[in-house]
T-cell receptor
Framework: QKEVEQDPGPLSVPEGAIVSLNCTYS??????FMWYRQYSRKGPELLMY????GNKEDGRFTAQVDKSSKYISLFIRDSQPSDSATYLC????????????FGKGTRLSVIA | GAVVSQHPSRVICKSGTSVKIECRSL??????MFWYRQFPKKSLMLMAT?????????EQGVEKDKFLINHASLTLSTLTVTSAHPEDSSFYIC????????????FGPGTRLTVL
């Protein structure tokens, strides 16, 4: 079993839809959870960063972490065509300067 | 937010030559930088962890003599692909985390290497 599992998609939704992206993980030592957005041929851009369980909201984006289920989610409200990208979840055990473990990424297309 | 740059953004070279890629943290100091490799439509694969002033830590299966990493300052790490071959063609991305901060990593824009 891989440490981090993420459905690669592709996921196609109409503009304005609510998008739900998810990752599961097997290592209960992970404490720090991140979501990155990557446009084609570009470096990943940090979207959300959360520590331990709970929710975090930033504009149209909400990140949820459920450590008891080893499950994290990213919700995108009122999705826009500009949200079309690959979304990668990432996590780590420790803070400060430790490698991240990434999911495979989910390709999202938002259709106008 | 924290900005990381990479240079060059794109390079095409002949087989057997060496290519150097620079990764710079522009507005913060990074004691640690990470080098990743990404194949088309695949996730990022960690190659090595670059620590300022010390030897890099390579992931299993990554040849340290093939991929030379130097982290001479708190804002610059370099990756040199030595004697490049077509199978080294890939998208190379670096990331850096804030010194003393939480583990939020900020990525460079990537370097696309094509070896003919």
């Amino acid at each position: 079993q891989k440490e981090v599992e993420q459905d690669p998609g592709p996921l196609s939704v109409p503009e304005g839809a609510i998008v739900s992206l998810n990752c599961t993980y097997s290592n209960s030592a992970f404490q720090y959870f991140m979501w990155y957005r990557q446009y084609s041929r570009k470096g990943p851009e940090l979207l959300m960063y959360t520590y331990s369980s709970g929710n975090k909201e930033d504009g149209r984006f909400t990140a949820q972490v459920d450590k008891s289920s080893k499950y994290i989610s990213l919700f995108i409200r009122d999705s826009q065509p500009s949200d079309s990208a690959t979304y990668l979840c990432a996590m780590s055990r420790n803070s400060g300067n430790t490698p991240l473990v990434f999911g495979k990424g989910t390709r999202l297309s938002v259709i106008a | 937010g924290a900005v990381v740059s990479q240079h060059p953004s794109r390079v095409i070279c002949k087989s057997g030559t060496s290519v150097k890629i620079e990764c710079r943290s522009l507005d913060f100091q990074a004691t640690t930088m990470f080098w990743y490799r990404q194949f088309p439509k695949k996730s990022l694969m960690l190659m090595a962890t670059s620590n300022e002033g010390s030897k890099a830590t390579y992931e299993q299966g990554v040849e340290k003599d093939k991929f030379l990493i130097n982290h001479a300052s708190l804002t610059l790490s370099t990756l040199t692909v030595t004697s490049a071959h077509p199978e080294d063609s890939s998208f190379y991305i670096c990331s850096a985390s804030l010194w003393g901060g939480p583990n939020e990593q900020f990525f460079g824009p990537g370097t696309r290497l094509t070896v003919l």
